[in-house]
């Protein structure tokens, strides 16, 4: 079974950063896709990052790109997203995804395991 565990989440002004973590368990780190995602209260959750399983390719959406930079270190079987010049509607619950691809996307579906969420708060 594989765990997901997110941390580094917290409140932040507006044009601070951020950087989250996800250690991950249960099976081979490196071998597969990861991506976060974020959910703002009464919104459906939305696609802020992903990974290659090697960490060569990356994939962002226009509303984060330039800001922020996922990352990986398969030696710690850990993920990271680097936020930098956060804005207050970055502000939700963030999620790491571990997908049995080694390719990631944005598609909600192609992720398989789930951590429990990190909040992050940004105020004006």
């Known amino acids: 079974q594989v765990q997901l565990v997110e941390s580094g989440g917290g409140l932040v002004q507006a044009g601070g950063s951020l950087r989250l973590s996800c250690t991950a368990s249960g099976r081979a780190f490196s071998s597969y896709a990861m991506g976060w995602f974020r959910q703002a209260p009464g919104k459906e959750r939305e696609f802020v990052a992903a990974?290659?399983?090697?960490?060569?390719?990356?994939y962002y959406p226009d509303s984060v790109k330039g800001r922020f930079t996922i990352s990986r270190d398969n030696a710690k079987n850990t993920l990271y997203l680097q936020m930098d010049s956060l804005k207050p509607e970055d502000t939700a619950v963030y999620y790491c995804?571990?997908?049995?691809?080694?390719?990631?996307?944005?598609?909600?579906?192609?992720?398989?395991?789930w951590g429990q969420g990190t909040q992050v708060t940004v105020s004006s």
């Open positions: 995804a571990n997908t049995d691809s080694k390719y990631g996307n944005s598609w909600y579906s192609h992720y398989n395991y």
């Open positions: 990974s290659s399983w090697s960490g060569g390719t990356t």
